[in-house]
């Protein structure tokens, strides 16, 4: 097989593979962002206690331990076959790094700065969402990542509880031997993950506190003339009476 051959293969079958793309896609899409929005929460809950963050994410991780295949087996006797199975699958294997990340991302928070927030008023909601998850995000960010890379690996076995994507090439390829078909599922599939990673990992450094910071320009660095003086020297006040 030759590169030639690949490119001539996945050219006449880009129709195929395209739909087989965004399957894979869209069940990825579905089980991460069911775990994002169930594994933020949780990874809330643990900050109640030691207790239950040991309870929360022992739970999670023995989810994470199961292989991937007896996973959705089991949940195959459960929900039958289809594409609702692997995004079940795909929501329990995204949980752990989603839960923990934002666990560790919580608990990190300087307590001068809950201090801070608790001595001008804010009540422990508003601490919450307005200082401890702003700073976290890093954090989530990471778990996210995590999960989304996973997700996709793992949805490439979806065929064998009768799941639709890539993996359906790969399989359909390992029975009939089949080297052409095999990599038209599979670097896709590689190529997805990587830029899944890229761009979670960019989108990670815009809201990192830190590096918004050091990218907003300083007093009067960034500006000329009257606006750069204001800018850099604060207005004095009017004399009052």
């Known amino acids: 097989m030759t590169f030639a051959d690949f490119a001539d293969y996945f050219w006449r079958n880009r129709g195929l593979m395209g739909e087989y793309f965004l399957q894979h896609v869209q069940m990825v899409a579905a089980g991460v962002g069911l775990a994002l929005l169930a594994g933020v929460p949780l990874g809330i809950l643990c900050m109640r206690g030691r207790?239950?963050?040991?309870?929360?994410l022992a739970?999670?991780?023995?989810?994470q331990v199961v292989p991937s295949l007896a996973m959705l087996v089991l949940l195959m006797?459960?929900?039958?076959?289809?594409?609702?199975?692997?995004?079940?699958?795909l929501f329990l294997y995204s949980l752990n790094p989603?839960?923990?990340?934002t666990y560790v991302g919580l608990q990190q928070?300087?307590?001068?700065?809950?201090?801070?927030a608790r001595g001008v008023g804010m009540s422990r909601w508003q601490q919450l969402w307005r200082v401890r998850v702003p700073l976290a995000l890093p954090y989530m960010m990471t778990g996210l990542r995590v999960a989304a890379v996973i997700?996709?690996?793992v949805a490439t076995i979806a065929p064998l509880v009768g799941g639709d994507g890539l993996g359906r090439e790969v399989y359909a390829g390992i029975n009939g031997q089949n080297s052409l078909r095999i990599y038209s599922g599979a670097l896709p599939a590689a190529l997805l993950a990587i830029v899944a990673?890229?761009?979670?990992g960019a989108l990670q450094r815009r809201l990192d506190p830190a590096a918004a910071r050091s990218r907003r320009p300083r007093a009067g660095g960034g500006a000329s003339g009257k606006d750069g003086a204001d800018a850099a020297?604060?207005?004095v006040p009017k004399a009052q009476g």
Request: glycine share 16%.
């Open 233 to 235: 020297v604060p207005p």
């Open 151 to 153: 997700a996709i690996g």
């Open 51 to 56: 207790w239950t963050a040991r309870l929360v």
């Open 77 to 89: 006797l459960w929900m039958g076959l289809g594409n609702a199975t692997v995004m079940a699958g």
């Open 59 to 63: 739970v999670t991780g023995i989810l």
């Open 197 to 200: 990673d890229i761009g979670l």
């Open 98 to 101: 989603i839960v923990r990340n």
């Open 109 to 116: 928070v300087s307590g001068s700065l809950i201090d801070a």
